[in-house]
């Protein structure tokens, strides 16, 4: 019985330090433990306003302007060699809008978080990340003239948290 009792003592710590190995090589992979940044913006401008960056943050850079209607009009670059983005977009008609770029990179034109739809109002989540682990994630709303209690303006407003 002490030898079946020892042979199993044996086998339990074993596993044990196993299983330490294991979960040490799982956060070892894991990049960065840094405190996450976070951010908020507001864009207001007038139909036909110029470009202006409302978010620039681990390489993650989003434009913002109104076109000449009123309407938002909202990009996002990178400066990274190899990123992806994901975002889901909803409008105020309830439709659903994606955006997918898994080799977004510092050469793209840009994407489009915006809508080109008949609604120019909505909410929207975008995700990115570069090659190097640095991840973003956004939480943002926009809408058309007339807003803010009726005035001729359109917004573009957020937070973003970088990790």
Known sequence: M??????????????SIAAIGVWGAGTAGAV???????????FIG????????VLNIDSLLINARCDT????????????NNGDIFGRILDGAGRLHSVHNTTFN?????VLLSTTSSDFDGSGTVLFETS????????????????LGRQNVCTVFGSAIAT
């Open 69 to 80: 209607s009123g309407r938002p009009v909202i990009f996002a670059f990178t400066s990274s």
């Open 46 to 53: 007038k139909p036909g306003s110029k470009t202006v960056t």
């Open 32 to 42: 960065g433990s840094v405190a996450p940044v976070a951010r908020t913006f507001s």
């Open 2 to 15: 002490v030898q079946i009792m020892r042979t199993r003592g044996v086998a339990a710590f074993i596993v």
């Open 132 to 147: 190097t682990g640095k991840v973003v994630t956004v939480q943002y709303g926009f809408d058309n003239s007339t807003t």
């Open 106 to 110: 510092k050469s793209n034109k840009g």
